[in-house]
């Protein structure tokens, strides 16, 4: 006979007294730390505990007794629920001053170097309505709060999900096959939210089969929306056909009609186009994508430069501090106490597209660009190409495979190298690159402090920070980038 599980605790009147990590904030009761999102310093509330270690627990709010100064009303109806802008219960001068903490915290714990006074973080510009992307999922199963689910009768509504009632909109943790329908999202245009209404109100109109991820049948399964700074629109719509024949079957048709009547409601969009996806995942990299209206790609503009993206680029989704956090970068990569007598050769890692390559080209000799992605390397061809920018070279792999010795020698060891690798920072191979280039200068730019911070104690053998500038890209979230110059230690 198994033994019965202990119920976990209800705390009363417990007083939220900071932050944690991944945006949650925390108690202490006794000698045990509590975790819980959605809370506020100085927020007075009932917790029920949902995980119970040995040093820490895990709770959610039941009610707020008592409300901190510092909590602001939220102000998206899917707050709480979707899973994003879990801050929105925080005033943004608050977010920002956590966000600073947060990086001061992790270089100083983890990379356990010597640091400079840190700037102040740059606010985001916009903090609604920024991005410039949004992946909207579609599922014959839509998601059901705790709420919903007490007002429903015990059918049609087995098994924790409604049965037979689509949705479109984001995949919420821990209920992978279904899907939280978004009626109005503020991270993005509101035209976003006209078109993805429209596509489903046509859908459940005319009968479109929506995605079923469990037995991997259903027409309608993933939408991707995108603008541009230059005023273009790029929608892309996920099918999976069940038919052979693809586009000439019943299936086929049904998705053309429905590209047809998008196209026809919103002249908005410049670029429309889809594709067939039979994987198991919905990524599209390696997929064939095709054109329905327009062209295959959309213009972002940035200062007197344009930049080409297609529907596998990657570009940064907060465009105009996209170019703050750009301009900091270049700022530290042309310091005024450069003593540089010449143009310098910079070294752009992890450079996606070749924003920042182009963007700096102007004031070096050369650049030279690496990305794993092949794609987004002829893009950044093409937007050398069409900036009139002829000092750029680009190469596709892995890092750790191109960035070796032979590669150095055979193109010059660079002056500057600049980096803006994924979250989880650079590999070691690629550290020990570097520090054998023995580059003047290295900025590092980072969306996740915690890798950049294990990244610089490594590079600190050769490296001291000079300079630590944080950059606010995504209000209401936990998530900060975070710029850092370093120059070669005086001994070198």
């Known amino acids: 006979m198994s033994r019965k599980k202990k119920a976990l605790p209800l705390l009363h009147d417990i007083e939220i007294t900071g932050y944690a990590a991944e945006g949650k904030a925390l108690a202490r009761i006794e000698d045990m730390v509590v975790f819980v999102p959605y809370a506020v310093p100085g927020d007075i509330v009932d917790l029920q505990v949902r995980r119970k270690k040995h040093s820490f627990m895990e709770a959610e709010i039941v009610s707020i007794n008592k409300p901190s100064p510092l909590r602001t009303k939220p102000f998206c109806q899917h707050y709480g629920v979707c899973g994003g802008c879990k801050w929105q219960h925080i005033p943004y001068e608050e977010q920002l001053r956590m966000k600073q903490q947060q990086v001061y915290d992790q270089l100083h714990r983890i990379g356990k170097i010597e640091l400079p006074e840190f700037r102040s973080i740059l606010g985001s510009v916009k903090t609604q309505e920024y991005r410039n992307k949004l992946d909207y999922g579609c599922a014959n199963k839509r998601y059901l709060t705790?709420?919903?689910?007490?007002?429903?009768?015990?059918?049609?509504?087995?098994?924790?999900?409604?049965?037979?009632?689509?949705?479109?909109?984001?995949?919420?943790?821990?209920?992978?096959?279904?899907?939280?329908?978004?009626?109005?999202?503020?991270?993005?245009?509101?035209?976003?939210?006209?078109?993805?209404?429209?596509v489903r109100d046509y859908a459940m109109a005319n009968g479109l089969s929506f995605f079923d991820l469990r037995a991997q049948t259903g027409l309608l399964r993933d939408i991707i929306i995108r603008?541009?700074?230059?005023?273009?629109?790029?929608?892309?719509?996920?099918?999976?056909?069940?038919?052979?024949?693809?586009?000439?079957?019943?299936?086929?048709?049904?998705?053309?009609?429905?590209?047809?009547?998008?196209?026809?409601?919103?002249?908005e969009i410049t670029s429309l186009m889809y594709l067939d996806n039979q994987k198991c995942n919905d990524t599209i990299g390696d997929q064939d994508i095709l054109t329905f209206k327009g062209n295959d790609h959309i213009f972002e503009l940035m200062e007197d430069l344009k930049f080409k993206v297609g529907p596998k680029s990657f570009y940064q989704t907060n465009t105009e501090q996209a170019y703050v956090l750009y301009s900091v970068a270049?700022?530290?990569?042309?310091?005024?106490?450069?003593?540089?007598?010449?143009?310098?050769?910079?070294?752009?890692?992890?450079?996606?597209?070749?924003?920042i390559a182009n963007f700096v080209a102007r004031q070096a000799r050369q650049v030279i660009g690496i990305e794993y992605v092949p794609e987004a390397i002829e893009d950044a061809k093409i937007n050398s190409e069409v900036n009139g920018i002829d000092n750029t070279l680009f190469y596709a792999g892995d890092m750790k495979d191109i960035l070796n010795d032979d590669f150095i020698k055979e193109h010059g060891r660079p002056d500057i190298i600049i980096t803006d690798p994924p979250r989880a920072g650079m590999h070691p191979d690629v550290v020990q690159t570097i520090l054998r280039a023995a580059p003047k200068r290295i900025v590092y730019i980072s969306c996740n402090p915690a890798t950049q911070a294990r990244d610089l104690q490594m590079l600190d053998v050769a490296y001291k920070v000079e300079a630590v500038q944080p950059v606010d890209m995504f209000p209401h979230t936990p998530h900060v980038e975070n710029v850092v110059l370093l120059t070669q230690k005086s001994s070198l």
């Open 146 to 198: 705790k709420e919903e689910m007490r007002d429903l009768p015990p059918a049609p509504f087995e098994g924790g999900g409604a049965k037979d009632v689509p949705a479109i909109g984001f995949h919420i943790t821990g209920a992978f096959d279904k899907i939280l329908p978004i009626d109005k999202c503020w991270l993005m245009d509101d035209l976003h939210n006209r078109i993805r209404n429209e």
């Open 227 to 267: 603008n541009s700074n230059s005023g273009e629109w790029m929608v892309i719509f996920q099918f999976h056909l069940n038919d052979d024949n693809h586009w000439n079957s019943a299936e086929g048709h049904q998705a053309i009609a429905l590209l047809q009547h998008i196209a026809d409601e919103f002249p």
């Open 330 to 355: 270049r700022k530290f990569a042309f310091s005024e106490n450069s003593e540089d007598s010449e143009k310098p050769l910079i070294y752009d890692l992890y450079t996606g597209t070749g924003t």
